[in-house]
């Protein structure tokens, strides 16, 4: 892919759950991001299989009708509670494998990386998200937390592909 000032990418950030998987879609152009689309994927089933099917078929709705480049999911981050990390991760498999069916590239970020590219500091609160994600996007309003999150999602592999860009352009230019 080429990784110049001008290549345009759709990228699709998701913030999977088990009840509520966020998702956010931007363009990049350069150093210019565009919001395109962001919203909630609710999950309707009691039958945690059923919750995984619905992931998949939601996350699959998302990139038919917007065709992102790339994606980018948040990884799990365990606390205290195992099992619903365990029921996190599996969600969040769920949403990677609609990706990979659709050929998608993957990036994969901890939530305080995620925090610290949109906030500028890794415990940032969702209130801080929210209002970094209208700030980069030039939003008139907030999305929703599970939005906010998969926004600031996609806005971090922005910045992260760009960097990596940037490295790949100087060890092929021979400047490093």
Do not use: W
Not at 56 to 83: M, R, S
Not at 93 to 112: F, H, K, T, W
């Amino acid at each position: 892919m080429n990784n110049s000032r001008n290549s345009k990418l759709r990228i699709l950030g998701i913030d999977p759950g088990s009840r509520v998987t966020g998702y956010g879609l931007i363009d990049v152009n350069g150093q210019n991001y565009r919001y395109v689309a962001s919203g909630c994927i609710r999950i309707k089933s009691e039958n945690f299989p059923d919750r995984l099917k619905e992931i998949f078929v939601g996350v699959d709705e998302v990139i038919a009708e917007y065709q992102p480049t790339l994606a980018a999911v948040e990884q799990v981050f365990v606390k205290l509670n195992v099992g619903g990390a365990l029921k996190l991760g599996q969600a969040r498999g769920a949403a990677i494998c609609a990706c990979v069916m659709r050929s998608l590239d993957v990036g994969e970020y901890m939530p305080n990386q995620i925090k610290k590219a949109v906030v500028g500091r890794g415990h940032a609160t969702k209130e801080q998200i929210q209002h970094m994600v209208m700030t980069h996007l030039n939003l008139t309003q907030s999305p929703q937390s599970d939005a906010a999150d998969a926004l600031a999602t996609a806005l971090c592999h922005a910045q992260t592909f760009r960097t990596i860009g940037r490295f790949s352009q100087r060890v092929a230019g021979g400047r490093l």
